[in-house]
Nanobody
Framework: QVQLVESGGGLVQPGGSLKLSCAAS????????MGWYRQAPGKERELVARITSGGTTTYTDSVRGRFTISRDNARNTVSLQMNSLKPEDTAVYYC?????????WGQGTQVTVSP
């Protein structure tokens, strides 16, 4: 059984940085798309960033230039470096392997940006 475990969330002041990491346990092979989603209270889950096995990245407009997604294919890990954080970045962040539909999801990690 595949499990994704996130780490690195927490409380940070506006303008600060956090790095989220996600590691997979269990048998998992050839995951093309790895990504990070987030869900704020009262809002739908949205894509933050995703990366293909070849390294092609996609970012939602609100985080482009501030967040960087990376992955280690050999270790089946994906990370999200978040800089210049804003209060509107506050949400539960979820890592995803394999796409929104039918993929694997982590349990979520809370990121709170507040003075």
């Amino acid at each position: 059984q595949v499990q994704l475990v996130e780490s690195g969330g927490g409380l940070v002041q506006p303008g600060g940085s956090l790095k989220l990491s996600c590691a997979a346990s269990g048998s998992i092979f050839r995951i093309n798309i790895m990504g990070w989603y987030r869900q704020a209270p009262g809002k739908e889950r949205e894509l933050v960033a995703r990366i293909t096995s070849g390294g092609t990245t996609t970012y939602t407009d609100s985080v482009r230039g501030r967040f960087t997604i990376s992955r280690d294919n050999a270790r089946n890990t994906v990370s999200l470096q978040m800089n210049s954080l804003k209060p509107e970045d506050t949400a539960v962040y979820y890592c995803n392997f394999g796409g929104y539909f039918g993929g694997y999801w982590g349990q979520g990690t809370q990121v709170t940006v507040s003075p």
